[in-house]
């Protein structure tokens, strides 16, 4: 046999079977999810954490993760993970949201956008006009805050909308049965109202 017919030969069989070897070692989507929980699990223990996005790039997933600590607490500090698996495994990349009890880290006020229900929660009792909520929070220190946000529905959401792109946080404490209601602006974090129930 030609020595030119044998290296092609070689060249396809090689060919061959890294075809057949990656498309059986190609990861789904269950098993990068499956590894990514498994690493937060892991290393952040005694806090929420939920997948956001997971998306095909080439062979590996890009997949992002909140972690929150603290939950239900007046300064929850969220933390988004990125991994991009297979190819960098335990490698991830952090992006403190909230921590501190801070929102909009290194941020001046005026450019902060309120996106998530952490930030919210910190921003209803540490921004101007907070005083109330905050004395409600130190005179009930069993309350636990609940934000939703009204977008382009509009809050009060009974078809009469006043206020659109607001966060609505309720502070509840079981103690006396009591709420107090804080609606914040998405765009600055400005307080608009504050009223009890």
Known sequence: ????????????????????????????????????????????????????????????????????????????????????????????????????CQACINLPSDECVILFEEEAVIASHTRLGAQEVSEYILEHSDARPLARFYGDEGYPPDGKAVYTDVWLVTWQSDSDNSTLNVLLSKENGNIINVWGQ
Not at 13 to 19: D, P, S, V, W
Not at 28 to 53: C, G, M, Q, W
Request: with cysteine; hydrophobic share 40%; net charge negative.
């Open 1 to 100: 046999m030609n020595k030119a017919v044998a290296a092609l030969l070689l060249v396809l069989i090689i060919a061959l079977a890294y075809l057949v070897f990656s498309s059986r070692t190609a990861t789904t989507k269950d098993e990068a999810l499956r590894f990514v929980n498994e690493d937060l699990n892991s290393k952040y223990p005694d806090a929420y954490h939920e997948i956001l996005e997971a998306e095909k790039e080439g062979g590996n997933w890009m997949i992002k993760a909140r972690v929150t600590f603290d939950m239900g607490s007046p300064c929850p500090s969220r933390l988004h993970v990125d991994y991009k698996y297979p190819e960098f495994g335990y490698v991830v990349r952090e992006d403190w949201i909230t921590q501190d």
